[in-house]
């Protein structure tokens, strides 16, 4: 099956299923307002490979101020279905990030400060999976 075959029939299956499709790409598939562990996340990303399959998704949500209330309930769901991450990494700035790794596949949750296409400073939660 073709990229352009897969990206087609999942934004098909995803607006018919109810999401919210705000664009997408030759290899991407962009959503808003997307439930995702019990979390509502305003934007998420699905990532298509060169031979038509889903090879990653990433859900971001983000905050004016300094606010790790959001990582640390992901954090909290995520340890206790998976275990203890891989590694956890504090950042520069107070942020973190913290990376589940098993069977060729990878869940990665990160909190950073940066800075928003207006030019304004903005706290962005990431949770990504991939393989």
Do not use: C, H, K
């Amino acid at each position: 099956m073709t990229l352009g075959t897969t990206i087609n029939l999942s934004i098909n299956a995803l607006l018919s299923s109810g999401y919210s499709v705000s664009g997408y790409d030759s290899d991407a598939v962009y959503l808003s307002n997307v439930p995702m562990l019990n979390y509502i996340w305003p934007a998420a990303n699905l990532y298509y490979g060169s031979g038509g399959g889903l090879y990653g998704s990433e859900f971001v949500y983000s905050t004016s101020g300094f606010n790790l209330s959001r990582y640390n309930a992901v954090f909290r769901d995520l340890t206790s279905v998976y275990g203890s991450p891989y590694s956890v990494r504090q950042l520069t700035g107070g942020g973190r990030t913290a990376v589940w790794w098993g069977d060729g596949q990878y869940i990665t949750l990160t909190y950073a400060g940066n800075y928003a296409n207006n030019g304004s400073l903005r706290y962005y939660t990431t949770l990504s999976f991939g393989r």
